[in-house]
C-alpha cells in the first residue's frame, strides 16, 4: 500500500492499450511550501492475470507491485494532467494561467528538485479550474468556476472551442467527462443540478 502525506487535490488515470498499462497522476498540496507535488503511479500489465502476487491477504496491492515517481512543481496548482511524452499540464491557482512542464525520464523519488514551468499559456477563464483529457489524449478539457468550458488540442494548446455551459452565480462547473470515441462531452454544474451534453468535431 502507498501511503500519500499531502493533501490530494487532483487525480487522473491514463490507460495504455498498447502497453496494457495503468498510470495513475495525483496532485498532492505541499502544506509547507506554495507548490505543487506529482506523485505518479504505473500499475503493472500483469496484475490483471496474476493477482495474487501482487495483493496481500487483507486486498491491498503490495508496495512493491506499484512503481512511483515524484516530482515537485514550481506553482501551486489546482488539477493537473500528463500526457505520454512526459508532458504535464497544470491549471494555476493563484493566477490564470496554465503551466506546461517537462519531466525528465529518471526517477525522482529521493530528494526532488523542484521543477520550473518551461511556458505559460493564459487561461482566459475565471476561478479555480480543473482539466479531463479525452481518452486518446488529443482534445483536454479546461472547466472553471466562470462556467466557461474550453478545448484544446493537447499538443499545440490551440483552442479548438469554447462553451458557456453553467453560470457563475451557481458555482460554474462541477465536473467534465469525454465519451470513449471523443464525440461527446458531459457536463455538470455545480449548484444547478443541470447536465449538459456537448457534441463536437474537430475539423
Not at 500499475?43 to 491491498?60: F, I, R, W
Not at 525528465?104 to 480543473?130: T, W
Amino acid at each position: 500500500m502507498q501511503a500519500l502525506a499531502d493533501e490530494v487535490l487532483d487525480l487522473s488515470v491514463v490507460s495504455d492499450l498498447k502497453d496494457d498499462s495503468v498510470e495513475v497522476v495525483a496532485l498532492l498540496n505541499v502544506a509547507e511550501v506554495q507548490r505543487a507535488r506529482l506523485a505518479i503511479f504505473c500499475l503493472p500489465s500483469a496484475l490483471t492475470t496474476d493477482n495474487d502476487k501482487y495483493v496481500n491477504e487483507q486486498g491491498m496491492l503490495n508496495a512493491s507491485a506499484i512503481k512511483k515517481e515524484q516530482y515537485d512543481l514550481d506553482h501551486p496548482l489546482s488539477s493537473a494532467v500528463r500526457l505520454k511524452d512526459s508532458i504535464v499540464y497544470g491549471y494555476c491557482n493563484c493566477a490564470p494561467f496554465i503551466c506546461k512542464y517537462h519531466l525528465p525520464e529518471k526517477n525522482m523519488l529521493a530528494g526532488p528538485s523542484v521543477f520550473l514551468s518551461e511556458k505559460r499559456i493564459p487561461s482566459n477563464q475565471f476561478g479555480s479550474g480543473f482539466f479531463c483529457l479525452s481518452p486518446n489524449r488529443r482534445w483536454l478539457a479546461s472547466a472553471a468556476k466562470d462556467g466557461v468550458l474550453v478545448i484544446y488540442h493537447s499538443l499545440t494548446m490551440d483552442i479548438l472551442a469554447r462553451k458557456h455551459c453553467h453560470s457563475y452565480q451557481g458555482g460554474g462547473i462541477r465536473s467534465v467527462v469525454f465519451s470513449l470515441d471523443g464525440k461527446f462531452i458531459l457536463v455538470t454544474g455545480e449548484n444547478d443540478g443541470a447536465l449538459v451534453c456537448l457534441k463536437w468535431k474537430y475539423v
